[in-house]
């Protein structure tokens, strides 16, 4: 198989894209110590970023609750799961099969 040169400087250009805006601030940020205000701000980050993408899968597009019922299903199940169980594993699996079995008997 022949890879063109360009091909290759794209894939590592790409690569180069995504690690240096993950390497960076870990050298230079990883002595810093951050006032209690910032880390408690900073510890909110995780939380936010997955309420959004959960509400992205759950608000229907153009009004269509239609195609959105699945996924709202699939994340009741998730959430009941996360609730009786605590285990983030259960939870993705249950997700997963809640979701693999909506999309296949719907």
């Known amino acids: 198989m022949e890879v ?9 250009g790409c690569g180069l894209v995504t690690l240096v805006p993950r390497v960076f601030p870990l050298l230079f940020l990883r002595k810093q110590s951050f006032p209690k ?3 408690e701000w900073l510890s909110f980050l995780p939380v936010t970023i997955m309420a959004g993408l959960v509400a ?11 195609a959105a019922t699945p996924n709202i299903v699939a994340s009741v199940a998730c959430l009941l799961c996360a609730v009786l ?6 939870t993705v699996l249950c997700g997963v099969a809640a979701i693999g079995l ?3 008997f719907a």
């Open 4 to 12: 063109r040169y360009e091909i290759l400087l794209i894939i590592a």
């Open 37 to 39: 205000w910032y880390q």
């Open 56 to 66: 992205e899968q759950l608000i229907p597009r153009h009004g269509d609750w239609r």
């Open 102 to 104: 909506l999309t296949y």
């Open 85 to 90: 169980s605590r285990s983030l594993f259960a």
